[in-house]
């Protein structure tokens, strides 16, 4: 044997001795899933296992939150906009060989959303509820009736016109479809370590070891010729942000997820590297609540938004990562931005002018409250509220920091408590739901404030099935939003992962989590 193929042969070695091939994608996760049975969940990590297991009834196009078919080879809206169908693709197997059809996705959609299901999960589905308003029988449920039209064909009736179900069930990490034969074999321990879970995905479920790793194989009966690209895709759990980046390096992994702002350098820098960024699908805001005497005149409230050198915030807390706007949706959705919308001009000189008009010339007292803890939207709460308060300060307001613990903060919050304060969403794939989440009736208790006149846009983009038709009204309430100034958008921000150089065809998404069909090494 020459020199060459020794050192081949010693390569190929050390690589198996490692528990890893050259044909295995190694992912380095920043925790252990909590469960790889959709409906027990919604956690990032498990999010990323199970996008890879299960495949949903429609999925995002890669890198975007546009629609496109998965399991639905396409799907109808009703004029009346209350029944969705969807038209199932044929000779669908799942990993254990059962065949997909509409009863198999009712199987699903009736454990999510009846509580009373024998197969449902032990405590019922929160991913349904906080998407879907209720579960079966509740006021709130946007979902009437589930029925099967066809062997391939599957209804689902609302209660109410909502547009963003399409997006919602894009969701494979809340809404993948499971095989009800592997469900039924086993409830209890369904999804656990010690127990199965089986869809339709480019990888199947070899062996969950807790605490180490999750391992999969390639599906040889994907419905997607010719993937996936890779034989297997082992998921490590990684906890320290500095350890991913350390496995990264050494090649103990050949993807790290949810690195830290700081560590973008050290990745730029090497060779062996690649930094990704994900496009920033949230929101970090300034919420301004108008029960507050000064903050109830829209002066004001135009007034501290101009005094905020956003750019400025933006560029020194999230070292490159941050983009700042005047939008309240982030830039995946920005179709759905008005052209006469850009950005508050920072102009303090016309702040104080606004504050002396509106009768405050020498300002007033504001209590801002920050986040006691970090969120992607905003990783380092308090230093990012000292610099909103130095900004604040130079137009003749007095800014009083305040925090408390994160529960208490969000109940206090939601109760109006707070005169000002920080917070955000994070992957909101919809406009409808972003602002539902932000000024619909009942959702805007923490500013008192409505706009009669953004929730009737709402309201009519609800009724209307055709999403181009949808956008003006969309683009009203960007305005709208804009103007008021009640909820300050101060970034959305990039979140960083990184892969060596030798992975290909790695597409992150928006939302978090993407399908690993197409990498290969």
């Known amino acids: 044997m020459n020199k060459t193929n020794t050192r081949k042969w010693l390569l190929a070695g050390l690589l198996m001795a490692g528990g890893a091939s050259a044909k295995t994608i190694v992912f380095g996760l920043s925790g252990e899933p909590i469960s790889l049975d959709p409906s027990v969940t919604a956690d990032g990590n498990t999010a990323y296992v199970t996008t890879q297991i299960y495949n949903s009834l429609i999925s995002f196009k890669p890198g975007t939150v546009d629609l496109q078919p998965d399991l639905a080879l396409r799907w109808t809206v009703s004029s009346d906009s209350l029944t969705w169908t969807f038209y199932l693709r044929q000779n669908v197997k799942f990993h254990d060989g059962t065949p997909l059809n509409a009863e198999a996705v009712r199987f699903n959609f009736m454990r999510w959303w009846d509580p009373s299901n024998e197969f449902g999960a032990k405590k019922p589905f929160l991913g349904w509820k906080n998407n879907l308003g209720g579960f079966k029988g509740e006021d709130g449920s946007l979902v009437k009736d589930i029925k099967v039209r066809n062997q391939y064909a599957i209804d689902i009736i609302l209660d109410k016109p909502y547009p963003a179900l399409g997006s919602i069930l894009a969701d494979s990490g809340l809404f993948g479809i499971a095989s009800p034969t592997a469900i039924k074999k086993n409830p209890a321990q369904y999804g656990t370590p010690a127990g199965i879970a089986v869809g339709t995905g480019p990888f199947m479920l070899k062996k969950w070891t807790s605490g180490v790793n999750v391992d999969l194989v390639r599906n040889p009966n994907y419905f997607r010729a010719g993937l996936p690209k ?57 919420g301004l609540n108008t029960s507050y005497k000064p903050l109830a005149d829209v002066r004001v409230r135009t007034a ?117 304060f920080m917070l955000g969403f994070v992957y909101v794939t919809d406009p409808d739901s972003a602002y539902t989440y932000l000024i619909a009736p009942g959702s805007t208790t923490d500013i008192t404030w409505n706009s009669p006149e953004a929730n009737t846009a709402l309201e009519s983009a609800r009724k209307l099935s055709n999403p181009a038709q949808r956008l003006p009204l969309y683009q009203k309430v960007d305005e709208i939003m804009f103007r008021e100034a009640v909820r300050i958008p101060i970034v959305h921000s990039r979140l960083l992962v990184a892969s060596g150089v030798g992975v290909k065809g790695w597409i992150p998404s928006p939302t978090g989590s993407e399908k690993l069909d197409t990498v290969e090494k």
């Open 230 to 286: 890779s034989e297997a895709l082992l998921f490590r759990f990684v906890k320290d942000p500095s350890s991913r980046l350390n496995e990264l390096l050494t090649g103990g992994v050949d993807i790290a997820a949810e690195l830290l702002p700081d560590q973008l350098k050290a990745i730029q820098s090497n060779v062996k590297l690649n930094a990704v960024l994900r496009p920033a699908l949230n929101l970090g805001y300034l």
């Open 304 to 420: 501290i938004a101009s005094a905020l050198n956003k750019k400025a915030i933006v560029e020194t807390f999230w070292t490159g990562l941050g983009i700042t706007d005047g939008h309240l949706l982030p830039p995946p959705l920005a179709k759905n931005y008005a052209k006469s919308v850009t950005d508050y001009k920072f102009d303090p000189a016309a702040a104080k002018k606004m504050l002396a008009d509106a009768g405050y010339p020498n300002g007033f007292a504001l209590d801002l409250w920050y986040m006691p803890v970090s969120r992607p939207y905003y990783p380092t709460p308090k230093p990012i509220a000292e610099a909103m308060a130095a900004d604040l300060s130079a137009i003749g307001i007095k800014v009083n920091l305040k925090t408390e613990d994160w529960a208490k903060y969000l109940q206090d919050r939601q109760d109006g408590k707070f005169q000002a």
